[in-house]
């Protein structure tokens, strides 16, 4: 199974240029993940046109249409993605194998214990000391491969342009 993973897509940016992109990259995947903080509904709307979407809430927007924790097992992984990791207890993370968050705006591909946490980072607003633009496909099979996605900067666009 494949997927695109994706997390705090806000701020300013041309919004069917990134979905373009994205179009691209998660050609192929089954499901595309995005772990919270989308800024628009127009970023999520065209994530749907490109494929089965799964979302956690976040809290920009927060909005109650969305679960704020998702669990699930894929093959002989057991998983949880949430979009503040700080804001779970410990111990609901040391019952998975794979822990997807976001909020940080900072990619993470890290083991602790048992347990591999990934953050896609941000697509498109690097903040809290993160620089770069980035998102990840997942694909699990033998084992469980995760590449970082490198995304570029979308100019703003008149017309086309979200600001969150």
Known sequence: MKIGLIADTQGSFDVPALLGHLAREFAGVDEIWH????????????????????VVNGNAPDDSRYPMTIEGTIGRWRLGMVHDLAKRPARWAAGFNVIIHGHTHRWRDEVVGRTRFIN????????????????????????????KLIVPKFAKAPGNMIST
């Open 35 to 54: 772990a919270g903080d989308w800024g628009s509904e127009e970023v999520l709307s065209g994530l749907r046109e490109l494929g089965r979407l799964v």
């Open 120 to 147: 896609p980072g941000t697509a498109t607003r690097p903040q809290f000391g993160g620089t770069e633009r980035t998102m990840a496909r997942l694909t699990f099979a033998g084992d469980l491969i995760v590449e």
